[in-house]
């Protein structure tokens, strides 16, 4: 099963390659947007790129290849269908050949070979990643199901930022926000097993071109695994220097929390008078819950119920690889007010909304909460059942 983890790593730096090489060349990118249709309801400025669906596509062609039968339970947000400027519907696939990708692609791109060219080369480009130290894994591939976001934070990407700058550390916003997210799930149980974010943009070099850097973790059975440990990362300032308080409340002040820009102003209001240890705003799901990852901040919090399973399935098995998790909030809150302390029951990746139809069939409709120390955990949630939501 390490043989996974290196494929899923592999696809992750293939697609952040993609990424990247689509956004160095302006012409090449403008060409690409495509607006996305109005079923993302809440994120008002978010597009289709084709770098997007090509993505996508290149995880499901190389993990099909090595594990064939999983290229059928991979699931993401994105249609592999594209329209060029003519109108004509395309579907975009990765080819057995560079060359054969390249003309369908140049279809795309309403004959742009140099373009298409290009983009086929990163497609095939071969990716060597060095040994990542896993472990020894047994679970049978037919039990794992795979969500992948090819460009999580769309609207940064298109935006293309590179200027901006972070407070401690965390980017509100900029080309720093996006990341490919990969998440295997076990399709019985819904819990997230494997999981890779890789942030394509991560820094910039003297020469003004991009590095990326990628981070990956398993949680199955009693293997808990991740590439955290061997990162120069600043170390978590969460549970050596914020040792547990009993009092939710007293342990409330002391977290430090990133919010979505999108959270609503009483949440907002609620977290900057009471945690005096910081509260950032920052784009992208999967970045923020990088944040946590990273022990950049305890929490992410999240009430609304716009993020999906190809937003959290990566993020969360990496965050329980740590010892933390990725709960539903609202269902949290239910149970703490019910008397029921014991259960705080995690995102789960198996099971549709009911009565819910296209995308929204996968929303964490609850909302979401990404922390590393369950003392955390209890502190929000305490904190929470003072406003109503
Ligand atoms: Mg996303």
Known sequence: MSELMVALVQASEKAANIARSCRQEETLFSLLIEEKKNDNRKVSADFKTLADVLVQEVIKHDIGKRFPGLENNIFGEETNEFMNGLGERIQVVVCEREEDTARLLSKVLDGNMQAAEALASAAHQDIIIP????????????????????????????????NCVPEDSIYSRGLQCVTVL?????????????????????????????????????????????????????????????????????????????????????????????????VYYASG??????????????????????????????????????????ADLKECLKRKQAGRP?????????????????????????????YRSKADLEAVLQLLTTIEL
């Open 131 to 162: 040994n990542l130290h896993t472990g020894s894994i047994h679970i049978p591939i037919h039990d794992l199901g795979v969500w992948v976001d090819p460009i999580d934070s769309t609207f940064q990407y298109i935006k293309g930022m590179s």
């Open 285 to 326: 799901a999967g970045y923020k819950a990088l944040c946590v990852i990273l022990g950049l901040v305890d929490v992410y919090v999240f009430t609304e119920d716009s993020t999906y399973k190809w937003d959290s399935c990566g993020p969360h098995a990496i965050l329980r690889s740590l010892g933390g998790d990725m």
């Open 182 to 278: 990969i998440g295997v799930y076990d399709l019985q149980t819904g819990e997230p097993v494997m999981g890779v974010i890789n942030q394509p943009f991560a820094v910039m070099d003297d020469s003004k071109r991009w590095r990326g850097r990628f981070f990956w973790g398993i949680s199955a059975g009693p293997l808990s695994v991740n590439s955290l440990s061997s990162t120069t990362e600043p170390l978590s300032r969460g549970d050596s220097q914020n040792p547990v308080d009993p009092n939710p409340e007293v342990r409330a002040a002391k977290l430090s929390a990133v919010l979505s820009t999108r959270e609503v102003k009483r949440v907002r209001a609620l977290f900057q008078d009471c945690c005096e240890r910081g």
């Open 342 to 370: 014991n259960e705080r029951p995690e995102l789960l990746y198996n099971t549709p909304v009911a009565e819910a139809s296209g995308t929204e069939k996968w929303a964490n409709r609850g909302g979401l909460i990404a």
